[in-house]
C-alpha cells in the first residue's frame, strides 16, 4: 500500500527564490494547458491529448516569451501537465457518478493559499548523505527528519503552505509487515456532535486539551483580524498571524487524529463506523461543515491502519438510523430530538444512552460481536467524563510542532 510521510522543510533565501520561481512555472505551465484544453472545448473541438500538451510545452519553452521556463525542473512541469490531466480524469468520473460530485480544473493563482510542485522518483532529487533533501535547480535544503522513511519513496510533493510553511511529502510503497498479534475486542464508533467520538464499549472521547487550546486561539486570531483597517500593513500581519493559527489547528487535530486511531488499531481486532457521507444525511449543513473534514480524515486514517495492522474496519453503508433503534432488542421506536440523551426503550425497558447505543448499533450492523450491554446507562457509573479516558492523559501542546506532519 502507498503510505505519505509529510517532513518539515527549511530552505533558505536562495532556495526559497528558486521554489517560488519552481511554483510560478508550475502553475504557469498548468493554466497554459488548461487554457489550450477549455479554448478547444469552447469551440467545440476534441480534447487535446497529453501527448499532444507535451509537445507544446517543449516548443514553447524555446520562445523568448516562455524561456524562463527552462530555468526550473523540466519534470515538474510535466508532473503539472498530469495533474491536470488527473484533475479532468476526475471530473469526468464525476459527471459518470463514479466519483462524488466536483467541478472541472480551475486556473491556478499566485494568490492561492497552497502551492506544490512534484517531482517522480527519476527527477535527480535525492537526500544526501548528510541529511538534506537535494532538489533539482533549487540546492540542498535541510529537513526536520521526524520519522524514518520504511522504504525508498517513489514520488516526492514540495508545499508551501499559507501560513509561509515548506514540507515535503514522500509517497513510499509498503507491505502489510506489522501485522499485529490477534486481539478480541470488536468496536462500533458513533462520531457524533457532542463528543468526537463515542465507542460501543461506552467510552466518550472528547478533543484533547493542546487541540482545544489551538482552537481557541484561532478564533482570537480570527477577531483580531476582523477589527484590523482592510489595505493595513497591520491586517497583513494579522492575516499572516490566522494562516498560522488555522496550521496550528490542522497540525493538532491531524496528531490527535493519529494518537487515537493507533490506540484504536491497537486495541481492536475489528472496528465499524458508519459512512460519513451516509452519516451526514441525518445532521444539518452547519454541523457537517464543523465536522466533516475532521472525521474523514479519522476515518481514512482507521481504514489505511487496518489494512496495514491486519484488523478488519467495516464501514457501514446503509443508512441504519443508528440513533431510533434499541441496540438491546432491536425495536425501532422512531426519531428522537437531538436533545434526548438517554430514554428508555418502549419495548424491553433497557435505559439507553443516546451515541452509545448508536455506536453498538453500528458495531451489530457490521456483524461484529458486540453486545448492547455497553449501550445500558447503568445507574451506579460515574456521570459524563469529560476528559479523553484513556487516550492521552498528558497531552503535550508542542505535540504538533514536534511531528512537522502537516500534510493532507
Ligand atoms: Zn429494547
Redesign the pocket.
Known sequence: MQLRYGFRLYPNGPQRAALARAFGCARVVFNDALHARETARAAGLPLVTSGELSKRLTAVKKTPERAWLTEVSSVILQQSLRDLDTGYRYFFDSLKGKRPKMGPPRFKSRKDTRQAIRFTANAGWKITLGGKLRLPKVGDVTVKWSRTLPSVPSTLTVIKDSAGRYFASFVVETGPQEVLPTTTPEIGIDLGLGHFAVLSNGTKIDSPRFLRRAEKQLKKAQRSLSRKEKGSANRDKARFRLARAHARVADARREFHHQLSTQLIRENQAIAVEDLAVKGLARTRLAKSVHDAGWSQFVAMLEYKARRYGRTFVRIGRFERTSQV?S??G?KDGPKPLHIRQWT?G??G?VLDRDINAAVNVAQAAGLAVTACGAQVRPERVPAQRDEPGTHPKPRPTTARQTGIALH
Open positions: 434499541c438491546a432488542c425495536v426503550c419495548a424491553c433497557a
